[in-house]
């Protein structure tokens, strides 16, 4: 008899990205051209000065294991950086480097989670946070935000999704999967309601996934979910990482700052759990972070010139249409005025339907919207090549359109 798989794992759903991703390779590596616009990664080379930061923290001997919450280097970086961009002030024991934010992610619900506490996640939200916070046998609360309102969440619905079990607000400003961006203004409404609601019961938290922090396009403005109001930085955790800005998903850092006490849990845990991020990685960040910031400028600006031909290309295609993009690299299309159709033959009813059909039908990799807890969309990255765009978008207006 096979193995019993826990009750909590066998409840969890795998990434879909990864699951869409993992697909679209596979169809590559059986001889076929695919257009994958389903991971968002950079599709840049990690800029040279990193790489040969790397090199010399493997001559100079660094292949060791470090503390397990990271090089004091490393941890000083990101607090420079931080009181520099946003004139917070951290210590370096706040922060934990882990093995990328999803990880920051992960240890931050393990230690601050306990069955039946309730976190808000507005809705759509990125594949990973619902799934996670169910590991820790809390519960996630979906609240749906329209595209009408650029997907974000209101104060007032914030306001009535909280219960007296709530411990934790999710938000996520830039935003994967809808690429919208909260102003300073709205994030302190948003402050304002967590702050008044601290009074029911208990100091209710807010974890602020900052990063797509870099990756912000012109006329929409970024502020640190910490800053807005004073009382916050007790009751926030911030995640962030070098995956995106500096394109180093592979090398897998990100950390969390938080309270130094949860910081300092955040510690103990992943002493026992997974010990340090990779030594190398460390000493790379370290040089992403305090090196020449020129490199995020210019892929900055090829993702706003892609961010254009997508917004444009979408808008042109009859049926489909998509919020404004502030930040990151995604456009979340809304498909639902082409489900219930039939596409050569074959009925689709929703957006996995559409996805795995646009994949099979047109070689075109996206990621459906129910993954990210929102019906009717898909979500296209445009963290890839032009041309593969041009091809991509061409093959999705022929599927819609036949
Ligand atoms: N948060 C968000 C919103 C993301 O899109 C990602 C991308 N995977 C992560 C966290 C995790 O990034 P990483 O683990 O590569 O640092
Ligand atoms: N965050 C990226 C995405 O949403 C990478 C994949 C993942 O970590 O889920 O596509």
Not at 179 to 188: F, K, R, V
Not at 350 to 376: I, P, R, Y
Request: aromatic letters at 8%; one cysteine or more; hydrophobic letters at 40%.
């Amino acid at each position: 008899m096979p193995p019993t798989i826990s009750r909590i794992v066998q409840a969890l759903e795998p990434s879909a990205t990864m699951a869409m991703a993992a697909k679209a390779r596979e169809l590559r590596a059986s001889g076929k051209t695919v257009y994958d616009l389903s991971l968002g990664e950079p599709d840049f080379d990690t800029p040279s000065h990193i790489c040969q930061a790397a090199a010399q923290a493997m001559d100079s001997g660094h292949t060791h294991y470090t503390v397990a919450s990271g090089i004091p280097e490393l941890k000083q970086a990101v607090v420079d950086q931080y009181l520099s961009a946003h004139g917070l002030e951290y210590a370096p024991q706040q922060v934990v480097i882990s093995n990328g934010a999803k990880h920051a992610l992960h240890n931050v619900f393990t230690v601050l989670l306990d069955p039946g506490d309730e976190v808000i996640i507005p809705a759509p939200y990125w594949v990973s946070y619902a799934e996670l916070v169910k590991l820790t046998g809390a519960v996630p609360v979906i609240v749906q935000t329209a595209e009408a309102d650029d997907f974000k969440l209101t104060p007032d619905a914030l306001a009535r999704s909280i219960t007296k079990n709530t411990k934790m607000l999710l938000l996520c400003s830039p935003s994967n999967p809808t690429g919208s961006m909260y102003s300073p203004d709205e994030l302190g409404q948003l402050a304002d309601v967590v702050i008044d609601a601290a009074v029911i019961d208990r100091d209710l938290l807010v974890v602020a996934d900052e990063i797509y922090e870099r990756l912000v396009y012109s006329g929409h403005q970024f502020a640190s979910f910490a800053t807005l109001r004073p009382e916050l930085p007790e009751r926030t955790i911030l995640i962030n990482g070098v995956s995106k800005t500096y394109a180093m998903t592979g090398w897998r850092i990100g950390w969390s700052m938080s309270p130094a006490n949860v910081a300092k849990a955040i510690g103990g845990l992943q002493s026992q759990q997974t010990s340090n991020a990779c030594s190398i990685s460390q000493y790379a960040a370290i040089a992403a972070l305090t090196g020449p910031q020129q490199c995020v400028d210019e892929m900055l600006a090829e993702f706003a010139k892609r961010r254009e031909f997508v917004t444009r290309r979408i808008a042109e295609i009859p049926g489909l249409s998509c919020a404004e993009m502030g930040g990151a690299f995604y456009a979340f299309i809304n498909i639902s005025r082409h489900l219930g159709r039939s596409y050569d033959g074959v009925r689709i009813d929703n957006s996995t339907q559409w996805c795995l059909e646009l994949l099979s039908q047109k070689s075109v990799a996206t990621v459906m919207g129910s993954a990210f807890g929102t019906e009717g969309y898909a979500r296209a990255s445009f963290a890839t090549s032009m041309e593969n765009l041009e091809a991509a978008l061409e093959r999705i207006e022929q599927f819609v359109t036949q």
